[in-house]
């Protein structure tokens, strides 16, 4: 029931590239499903890590679209 959702959120957060009221809204069902599906895209760190990188660091940037490529 989750995978819906968190395939949705974790979409996005590649997209957008910084999701913070996405992972805020539920961080439950996103953590429980997405870090499997994320982790194989290189994105596991994208709603903790990837979102506080990324405005700081351009360098996360270019990890994102590689993971969404990947995707």
């Given amino acids: 029931a989750w ?4 395939v949705t959120s974790c979409e996005d957060s590649r997209a957008v ?6 992972v805020i809204t539920f961080p439950g069902p996103i953590l429980a499903s997405c870090p499997q599906e994320s982790f194989v895209g290189t994105s596991f760190p994208s709603p ?3 979102f506080s990188g990324g405005v700081g660091s351009g ?3 270019g ?3 590689g993971s969404g490529s990947l995707g």
């Avoid at 995978?3 to 968190?6: E, G, I, L, Y």
């Fill in 59 to 61: 360098e996360s940037g």
């Fill in 48 to 50: 903790i890590g990837g």
């Fill in 3 to 6: 995978n819906q959702p968190c």
């Fill in 17 to 22: 590239v910084y999701p913070p009221p996405v």
């Fill in 63 to 65: 990890s994102y679209g």
